[in-house]
């Protein structure tokens, strides 16, 4: 079975929690728009992923994605046991895309009610796009 996500609006961390136990019971997630997630917190996050990127060196890491796909996929990464094997399945299982492209299925869009970033409004947010730029 496939399920398609949409990631705008959503929380960053708490949308990749459920992309990852859905992945981890053997469901293909697709997850669309992600350059449309927000991350909680002020513009001093932006400085410490900043930071990070410019440690080590170029050829030997710690090795940092620049795009807003690649960005989502390593959060939802760090929420399985990548180590073991199960885990490598279940990160080869999820999918994510820029906007919505063709040949995936959008009429039945499912969203986290949990991980909506509405609930804190009174935070502060940045979008994936933007920290996706100023990387």
Same mark, same amino acid.
């Given at each position: 079975?496939?399920?398609? $996500?949409?990631?705008?609006? @959503? ?26 997630? $927000? ?40 929420? @399985? ?55």
């Amino acid at each position: 079975m496939v399920t398609t $996500v949409d990631a705008t609006g @959503l929380i960053l961390g708490r949308m990749a929690t459920y992309v990852a136990k859905l992945a981890l019971m053997g469901e293909k997630v697709n997850i669309v728009n992600c350059e449309k997630a $927000v991350i909680s917190g002020s513009q001093s996050k932006l400085d410490k992923m900043h930071k990070l990127r410019s440690m080590g060196s170029p050829f030997h890491g710690p090795f940092y994605p620049k795009k807003a796909e690649r960005i989502v996929k390593r959060t939802i990464k760090g929420m @399985l046991p990548s180590k073991q094997q199960r885990g490598r399945d279940a990160l080869s299982r999820v999918r994510c895309y820029i906007g919505q492209p063709d040949e995936i299925d959008t009429s039945n869009l499912i969203s986290f009610p949990k991980a909506s970033g509405d609930k804190i409004a009174a935070i502060k947010t940045i979008k994936i796009k933007t920290v996706s730029e100023r990387i």
